[in-house]
């Protein structure tokens, strides 16, 4: 319910009385206090919810001794219609009790009649005001800090630390959130030293966007990291992820874009680079110049009942370094009018930005990104980058 800024404009109070000598009463002293408040009237709440009075009202002034209502009734019909109003409740000199209970049930004050002058309902009204904007403000401010804790615990789970102890690679992981969401989407990825040695790495992005979708993400990440560290053999582990996709997702229609890498010493030296792709960009191989590899690309996850992702298999030199991302990095707008970055572009931006820092890379590619784009990217974006560090040690 959208209600007029009280710090901008002259209050606007609703009086719900019926008694024809007090709201005259209400209104001169008001009128004494401060001219610019506008007072409207209605006898009953029925009345208020029915005309949807409570739209253009800063604060409410409710008689708790209304026919038809008993006690609070009034004061609670009238917090169900709007439970952001701010209302000071108005009594009778025997029922100040029933006074303090209503702020103990919503209202922001209450008064004694025949006790309170002009300059005492102004004070209470502009009190009344500020204390709900005060409490409105908490709320927001609560769903803030939960919405955050909540895209917290989700990032735990999407962007993991890397289990690179004992072997010669290192990585670099990135993500930024989509412009269109204050929280995290649901790309993912990790890589990690299997039993034998071997590193395996992923990336993925689950289809849609939302916090189910995160969750999905984080599940699918945690799956595939517990599958390489039990030693499934790597064929198995795209059918065993898409099962867990199957049995997990809220949506039939759901499906997941993924691209594993296995990276084996080579017996020539250097390494063995094993592909799969399910329906996601393949990795960009850094070194000596960029190259984009064309493995074969299978459909993704939880399309098809009993897919087959085919394997691609490249030798990598001494000191190889490669680049795995989510497709947000290059779904924005390219150089060339009417066309979108792609493939091609970043390959390209990666020869130009060829002297900066691994380090850095990532987000000197997603500045670059944004850039052509004309502003913030509309899909989140992930990276990881692997390298090799043999040669150096």
Known sequence: MTRPDPGSAPHRVLLVEDDPGDVFLVRELLAEADPTVSVTVAESVRAVVADNLLSSTDCVLLDLNLPGSSGLDGLHELLRADPAA???????LDDEYLGI???????????????????VLIRAIRYAVERRRADVGMVRLREEQLVAAESARLERGLL???????STVRGRQFYRSGRTRAVIGG?????VRGPSGTVHAIIGDVAGHGPDEAALGALLRVSW??????????????PKLQEVLVSERHDDALFTTVCTVTVDPAPTGGSRLLIRSAGHPPPISLRPRP?????????????????EWEAETID???GWSLLLYTDGLIEGRGPRPGELLGQEGLVAFLAEERAVPWAELPSRLVERAECVNGGPLADDVAILLLADTSVDA
Do not use: H, I, M, W
């Open 86 to 92: 701010a209302v000071c409740v108005l009594t009778g």
């Open 101 to 119: 209970a209503a702020v103990g049930a919503g209202a922001q004050d209450y008064l004694v009649k025949n006790k309170a002058d002009g300059a």
């Open 160 to 166: 993991p630390n890397l289990l690179l102890g004992g």
């Open 187 to 191: 790309d993912f990825f990790d890589a």
């Open 225 to 238: 990291r517990a599958l390489v560290l039990a030693g499934v053999d790597e064929p198995q582990v795209l």
């Open 291 to 307: 190259v984009s590899f064309e493995p074969r690309v299978g459909v993704p996850l939880g399309v098809l009942t009993d897919p």
């Open 316 to 318: 990598l030199g001494p």
